[in-house]
């Protein structure tokens, strides 16, 4: 079973990069491209993707939406990159939003797109809890 993938980035050119990148995978299915955030709540509740990907402020924070998001949905998988910056960060639900940084590469999404929470990646070691 393919894993669905939104996503909802800015600028245009690196959301058209993340959505080739991920459609040229045989795993992954890009169910839609979001073009504004004030959208993203309705976006992923009327097509229920697997994993989010997010373009991220200069905080490395997710937004309001996203906290929303991941209270609504636990088993959305959020990504988060940060563009003109060597840093991104995987987001998920536990009882409390938690993330851990990913490697700023196409190996790093696309890893991060496709773990499991009993993949490495969610090592307890690994676990950094981000506020809400």
Not at 68 to 81: F, N, Q, T, Y
Request: include cysteine.
């Amino acid at each position: 079973m393919r894993k669905r993938v939104l996503v909802a980035y800015r600028p245009r050119l690196m959301r058209d990069l993340v959505t080739a990148l991920v459609a040229e995978q045989s795993d992954l299915e890009v169910v839609g491209e979001l073009y504004d955030e004030k959208d993203l709540v309705a976006a992923v509740e009327a097509l229920a993707p697997d994993v989010l990907v997010v373009g991220l402020d200069e905080s490395n924070q997710i937004s309001p939406a996203c906290a929303l998001l991941l209270a609504r949905r636990p088993h959305l998988k959020i990504v988060g990159l940060a563009d003109g910056r060597d840093n991104s960060f995987y987001f998920w639900a536990d009882v409390d939003v938690r993330s851990r940084p990913i490697e700023n590469s196409e190996r790093g999404l696309l890893g991060a797109i496709r773990c499991k929470r009993n993949d490495s990646l969610f090592s307890a070691a690994a676990d950094s809890k981000r506020p809400n």
